[in-house]
């Protein structure tokens, strides 16, 4: 017998053994009322410890004692938890989850048999079932020292020296694989596609979020990381790993999370174990091996979401947006070590005057949403994608390779074993065609391994099948239709696999086209599935499959009585984690089924929803928040009374004051958006209430902070309105403005400039934002900040984008430039930058001048028009400016432009020439001449249609004083060419005579310009 066996033995008796098990999952559990079932001799239908545990007091949880002979030694077999499983199966209440926990030691056969029949059961609608041997017991115990201490007094002065042997006996089960980090590769594998494994750690520039991982280890001793497919996960955890390991930790990583989660055991050193995917193992069982952390013993683990959206408190949210941004600058700093990376991916990057220059590749990749896509621009993914799919067309190993990226979407990218895609293709693919094809691509690296038959990405997985579709003829199209067909009627694969399968169709190919691949008979298993959801977890994924679904089945298929009870069961449920998901899938009933919504709505109970608004943790509150808003309740104005009044104010007062420090803001900026939505002055006080308890974050991040808060300014407190909506009536009102000023107090204006002056491309637009909102409500901050910027930094980030528009930088120059000393500054840097500048923008042609007067002598182009759009408010300004101060560079101001503006004005969208009618009298003025040349090339087929659309458009909404709608535009454009003898002379006649009254334009219209004395005034925002 070895130390461990001395050390703790197991329970002589069946009945101490039980009364250990219940003593022990009350601690698990957290339930201090958790039962033994009946007594000895009565029937236990495979449970002797039963109860609920305290985050899902709905639920019953089961555990079947099973002592072995001399109670320690014998082994467990699969018969017999199979025997026990299939009488717990009959258990009254009907279970949600069963242990099977047995004084035999641990025994890996076992526990493979176990994980692969949970894995089955949840699958298939089931609960999940678990083995604990007796070693995996003892480290439960390890983690309740006080249930340690009631069954073994005996050893409770000597726990320490247990905890102890317990590190000496045990070394992590070989399903975890110790990570050394003792390799490093360059960006080679990143940028080719390959899965990034510890040797990559060096290369790739550490996240921000690595550091937050770490503070949460501290603290807490596990750690959860979310993210959509390819936003960086796995290697912002080995980063942080790596951190750990150079303090002396060692780290070991789950080999596949689909087998089930073993107790981690104890190790000699502190040590860290990463679950990887940690969204494809059993949630039982990770919060299980997340209750075994210690100070010493850490748990870290991933997860991929469906969404971007944060569905799960405590849970740390990789910013992906934000994760490109670092891995840009950090690859920027190292330009050489870059490109010779880069060049190893394609060698048409280079410095050479045929190649593409680095810089322009990183601008490209910088563009992309998601580390990964960033990784597979630079390294022209893009191009390769399409020579990948044509290269094993010709090897006839496309139609395999799309089975595998089907398999792997469908799965949300678990492991698959050559079994598993022989099932998958059988009746479509012959064994002759696929092992060879399998050999093909494994060996070209499109597929993993010969035992993991999955492409190097996800995200992968989805461009190849688009390149491989693009390529068939209608042969291959139909066998790929097949395979997903096997695929989308197979009850083996998740709910959340299918929506991820079923939107990859929806967004690649043409507008969608490869949607229409989808039979809506496949649907029916899916959506009996997806209706008889309970848990949240279950919740979530139905309704990303059901928001998938609906696009291809008619809406009485998910609009009977039956479906009509459970979605209002979920509503009223409130599912932790699944309200926003649910609340998109409501908010798609109601845009296309108006009469289905508002049954279900109509059957909602406000006082219910009201309840658990008033129970609810902050997130929770937050998501529930979202889930009344997205699902149009509070449209009805007699539930939105009644809700109103249900409401704890008070409690809803301490969310916001003591709002987390790791909760996300743009869910709190939601909660107090849909509170607006009910109760403006209470929504203002709650952001009063709030501003204090977020002010550190809008210190240290004012622009990220308002990237996360862009609906409480906008919608909620209405005083941030890039669209304009919120004018006339809907203008903020004072107690709006107050809140906003509260909000804006936290900033001292040095402080706030010099963290503004740090803007990149990416977060200028954010600060111009934040600099508007100051202008409108706190007039003394603004300034003061606009004064202290650092216009050089300012100009140094902007970098090269000086050669066309400078990006989102233009809206912050054009917000400063409000405040009349920050001008000249504005202005002179301009100025400095004119050399680089190609096409100059109206915006920077009025702040600057003199360098657009310059800029038009050297025969270099003012972009008035530009990709088939034209500024029309800003031209007007800087047509009558050249105009009337150097009339002789007008037409080379307005030369370009004729053409673009013909086109524009021939468009049959009136929406082009929205805002026209100014610029049009303007031009009718100083350049006769040029609106002759533009009338001239307008098309009359299309202007006929277009003019006659503007003049049925009505009246303007907005107030004419301020701007002019398309009927204007179109009645200046029929005066003007009433009298021309030519086709579109005729349709101006044609359409005076039918519209005499709308086509004729008012005498206002007709008359001289006035115009201003100076231009100093003129407005560029």
Not at 280 to 291: G, I, N, S
Not at 605 to 612: E, R, S
């Amino acid at each position: 017998m070895d130390l461990l066996d001395q050390q703790l033995p197991a329970p002589k008796n069946w009945d101490k053994f039980e009364a250990l098990m219940r003593a022990l999952f009350a601690a698990v559990w957290e339930n201090p009322l958790i039962q033994r079932h009946g007594r000895a001799g009565q029937v236990q239908h495979g449970v002797d410890v039963f109860g609920s545990p305290k985050d899902n007091p709905d639920r019953t949880y089961g555990v079947q004692c099973k002592g072995k002979d001399q109670l320690y030694g014998a082994a467990a077999t699969a018969d017999e938890f199979d025997t026990e499983l299939a009488k717990a199966e009959r258990f009254s209440p009907q279970l949600s989850q069963w242990v099977f926990a047995t004084t035999a030691p641990n025994d890996g056969a076992l526990q493979r048999h176990v994980a692969a029949v949970s894995e089955r059961r949840v699958k298939a609608g089931q609960f999940p079932v678990s083995v604990q041997g007796w070693e995996s017991i003892v480290g439960l115990l390890s983690s309740h020292p006080k249930v340690l201490e009631e069954f073994y007094p005996e050893r409770s002065s000597a726990i320490q020296q247990l905890l102890g042997a317990l590190a000496e006996k045990t070394a992590p089960a070989p399903d975890w694989t110790e990570i050394s980090f003792t390799s490093s590769r360059d960006l080679g594998p990143a940028l080719m596609g390959r899965p990034l494994g510890p040797a990559d750690v060096d290369a790739c520039p550490t996240l921000p979020e690595a550091e937050t991982l770490l503070q949460e280890l501290r603290q807490a001793g596990t750690a959860r990381l979310a993210g959509v497919p390819g936003a960086g996960k796995s290697i912002c955890a080995l980063q942080a790993a790596r951190a750990m390991r150079a303090r002396g930790w060692r780290t070991f990583r789950l080999t596949d999370p689909t087998a089930g989660l073993p107790i981690a055991v104890w190790s000699p050193e502190p040590t860290l174990y990463i679950v990887d995917d940690a969204h494809l193992a059993p949630p039982a069982q990770l919060r299980a091996l997340e209750e075994s952390a210690s100070a010493t013993r850490w748990v870290l683990s991933t997860h991929t979401l469906l969404d971007e959206k944060l569905t799960a408190a405590g849970t740390i949210h990789l910013d992906a947006k934000r994760a490109v941004a670092v891995i840009a600058r950090g690859l920027r700093a190292e330009p050489e070590r870059t490109l010779v990376a880069v060049r190893k991916a394609d060698d048409r990057v280079g410095p050479g005057w045929s190649e593409e220059p680095l810089d322009w590749r990183l601008d490209e990749a910088e563009t992309a949403l998601l580390p990964w896509q960033f990784c597979f621009i630079l390294g022209g993914g893009w191009r390769r994608a399409k020579s990948m799919a044509g290269s094993a067309r010709a090897a006839g190993a496309d139609v395999v390779l799309a089975a595998a990226a089907i398999r792997q979407l469908a799965s949300r990218d678990a492991s698959c074993p050559l079994e598993s895609l022989r099932a998958q293709v059988e009746g479509h693919i012959t064994d002759a065609e696929l092992l060879p094809a399998i050999n093909w691509l494994v060996a070209q690296r499109l597929l993993l391994t010969r035992s993991d038959l999955r492409c190097p990405h996800q995200r992968l997985a989805g461009v190849l099948l688009d390149q491989i579709l693009n390529g068939q003829n209608l042969e291959g199209v139909n066998r790929i239709a097949y395979l997903l067909q096997s695929t989308l009627t197979d009850p083996m694969f998740p709910l959340g696999g299918f929506a991820a399968l079923l939107r990859e169709l929806r967004s690649i190919g043409h507008n969608g086209s490869w949607s229409h691949l989808i039979k809506p008979e496949w649907m029916r298993s899916l959506l009996d599935r997806a209706w008889v959801a309970r848990t949240p977890d279950e919740i979530l994924h139905a309704c990303w499959a059901l928001n998938e679904v609906r696009s291809h089945l008619n809406s009485d298929e998910i609009a009977n009585a039956d479906h009509q009870n459970v979605i209002v069961g979920w509503i009223e449920g409130t599912p932790k984690g699944a309200c926003y998901t649910l609340g998109r899938f409501m908010n798609q009933i109601m845009s296309h089924e108006k009469e289905l919504g508002a049954a279900i709505n109509a059957r909602i109970n406000p006082n219910v929803l009201a309840g658990a608004m008033n129970t609810a943790d902050p997130v929770h509150a937050c998501e529930i928040a979202e889930l009344i808003t997205l699902s149009h309740l509070t449209i009805n104005e007699s539930w939105k009374i009644t809700y109103l009044a249900a409401l704890d104010r008070d409690h809803l007062f301490r969310l916001v004051s003591n709002w987390p420090s790791d909760a996300s803001l743009s869910l709190v900026a939601g909660l107090c958006e849909h509170i607006s939505y009910v109760d403006e002055s209470l929504a203002c006080e709650l952001i009063e209430a709030l501003a204090p308890s977020i002010a550190g974050r809008l210190q240290t991040d004012p622009q990220g902070a308002f990237q996360e808060l862009n609906d409480l300014f906008w919608h909620a407190l209405r005083v941030y309105d890039p669209l304009q909506m919120y004018v006339g009536n809907r203008r903020p009102s004072a107690k709006r403005k107050r809140a906003a000023r509260r909000i804006c107090a936290c900033w001292k204006p040095k402080h706030l400039a010099e963290k503004l002056s740090q803007s990149n491309q990416r977060s200028f637009q954010a600060a111009a934002g934040l600099l508007d909102v100051l202008r409108k409500v706190s007039p003394f901050i603004f300034a003061e900040t606009v004064q202290a910027l650092d216009w050089l930094r300012i100009e140094a980030a902007i970098g090269p984008g000086w050669q066309e528009d400078i990006g989102d930088a233009r809206m912050l120059l054009s917000v400063a430039w409000q405040l009349p000393a920050a001008r000249p500054a504005i202005s002179e840097l301009i100025a400095r930058n004119e050399d680089h500048i190609i096409d100059l923008s109206p915006r920077l042609a009025l702040m600057a001048p003199e360098v657009a007067f310059r800029h038009l002598i050297a025969s270099k182009s003012i972009s008035i028009t530009k990709h088939g759009h034209c500024e029309w408010g800003l031209g007007v300004y800087l047509v009558a400016r050249i105009a009337r101060t150097r009339p002789s560079l007008l037409a080379a101001l307005l030369e370009p432009h004729y053409v673009p503006l013909a086109a524009i004005l021939s468009q049959q969208s009136p929406s082009f020439w929205d805002k026209a009618s100014l610029f049009i009298r303007v031009l009718a003025e100083v350049d006769e001449v040029g609106l002759t040349r533009i009338l001239d090339q307008i098309d009359p087929a299309r202007a006929s249609d277009g003019w006659r659309r503007a003049l049925l458009g009505g009246e303007s909404r907005r107030k004419r004083n301020e701007d002019a709608d398309p009927r204007e535009a179109a009645a200046l454009l029929i005066h003007y060419a009433i009298n021309r003898a030519d086709a579109l002379g005729d349709v101006a006649r044609h359409l005076r005579r039918q519209y005499a009254k709308r086509s004729t334009p008012s005498a206002k219209m007709l008359e001289p310009i006035v115009w201003p004395e100076s231009f100093d005034e003129t407005p560029v925002a």
